[in-house]
């Protein structure tokens, strides 16, 4: 029955599937002997999700009519505005800006592909990625392409990233690349400034021969990355884009709000001309309206009762920071114990998760589940979410892990 184009579409979704099987384990075994490290939310130590208290507080007080009201297809121009305050702190170049509410950070890469990597042609991104973008391209017929992330010591590999926007660019007119940084999703990694910089004389030179990009720049995670204003500097880099370098930011209230479920973003638009960007919001308020017709109105109103008031968003910054430390601590645990284990490690940063490179992630993943621990396989090896694991259950993990992964079968 389904359209020829459709038929044998499948979402072959494992963390749900690797999750729902620890939760099984759990209720057999008892929470405290099965080690969940599919999860992709912030757990505290007694390994429960969690909510930034403030946000729970200001989320409950808010009057019905903001649960039950329509907002517009764009979102409330209060959020846009808040949106930006919150993307750029003090780092926001002087550039054409334009914001486009969307169904959480997935909608927002869904807006940014739809409407700018051409039918059929391939989109760039990290071969360490989000399994979602796959889907994100293939669903609206695009092709993802991807370039080696990392040199052998373990720095951005900016000689990958020239040659695949090159190549690409030799039979495209246009590009669309995704960036996940800082905390990258699913390692933890994160380009340096001068990694940004030449992400952007890569582009800047294309740019200079006609050819038309667009930098999607996914921010999910950038709330527990590091010092707000240091984890921002890569963002003055974008002043300089040419008239045909669009730049995208994806935004996401799920991480930096614990409002997971809630489904609201953002997809920011900057350019050095007016017209690029008159056209990304209309074209934003078209794809907007036809996908989800509008987004979580009192999601979007808490952010903007947050950002307008300076003490509330100081309060929201110290309870992100006690998160932060938190995850901190539980990879640095990790980290240390993965060392003097041998156990090969994707140089974390900051971040909800880290990542071990192995050739055969879902056979040790099936491997682990024997020993109750429940890791996820992912593109070049196997991520635990460091978000969620309660640092009584990390002693020993990486022991467990590299002896998991070289024994003989």
């Known amino acids: 029955m389904a359209a020829a184009d459709r038929e044998g579409k499948k979402l072959q979704d494992v963390v749900f599937s690797i999750g729902m099987a620890a939760q099984q384990a759990a209720a057999q075994y008892g929470a405290d002997r099965v080690v969940n490290a ?6 505290g130590e007694d390994g429960k999700i969690a909510c930034l208290p ?7 007080a808010l009057p019905i009519r903001d649960f039950v009201a329509y907002a517009p297809p764009l979102g409330l121009d209060s959020y846009g505005r808040a949106v930006q305050e919150e993307v750029f702190a003090d780092r926001r170049p002087d550039l054409y800006c334009e914001t486009v509410a969307t169904a959480g950070g997935t909608g927002a890469l869904h807006i940014a592909v739809a409407n700018y990597a051409e039918r059929g042609e391939r989109v760039l991104v990290a071969d360490w990625r989000w399994a979602v973008y796959d889907s994100v391209c293939e669903e609206v017929g695009r092709k993802v392409r991807t370039f080696t992330l990392l040199r052998e010591d373990g720095t951005f590999h900016q000689e990958a990233f020239a040659e695949a926007v090159h190549e690409l660019l ?4 246009s590009l669309v690349i995704i960036l996940n940084t800082p905390a990258h999703n699913p390692t933890g990694f994160a380009l340096t400034y001068d990694d940004w910089r030449a992400v952007m004389d890569v582009c800047g030179e294309e740019e200079k021969k006609g050819k038309r990009l667009s930098l999607v720049v996914d921010i999910a995670y950038i709330a527990y990355s590091g010092e707000p204003h240091e984890v921002r500097r890569f963002m003055e880099l974008f002043k ?3 008239e045909h370098l669009l730049i995208m930011i994806a935004f996401s209230m799920s991480k930096g709000y614990t409002l997971y479920g809630q489904r609201t973003g953002a997809l920011v638009g900057l350019s050095s001309s007016r017209a ?3 056209e990304f919001r ?3 308020k078209y794809s907007a309206r036809t996908a989800w017709s509008n987004v979580n109105r009192a999601a979007m109103t808490l952010l903007t009762n947050i950002r307008r008031d300076k003490t509330l968003t100081a309060e929201l910054e110290a309870e992100r920071r006690a998160f932060f430390d938190t995850i901190m601590r539980r990879a640095a645990m990790f980290t240390k114990e993965a060392r003097a284990t041998g156990l090969p490690m994707i140089p974390y940063t900051a971040g909800f998760f880290i990542s071990l490179p192995h050739a055969a992630p879902m056979q040790v993943c099936r491997r682990l589940q024997a020993r109750r ?18 640092e009584r259950q990390l002693p020993g993990l990486a ?3 590299q002896a998991t992964a070289t024994e003989d079968r």
């Open 276 to 278: 690029v960007i008159d």
């Open 38 to 43: 599919t999860v992709g939310c912030y757990a």
């Open 240 to 242: 300089g884009a040419g």
């Open 54 to 60: 403030l946000v729970e507080k200001l989320y409950r």
């Open 399 to 401: 022991a467990a892990i």
């Open 373 to 390: 621990i429940f890791a996820l396989p992912v593109h070049g090896g196997i991520r635990l979410g460091i978000c969620s694991i309660p």
């Open 170 to 173: 030799q039979t495209q007119d």
């Open 282 to 284: 209309e074209l934003g």
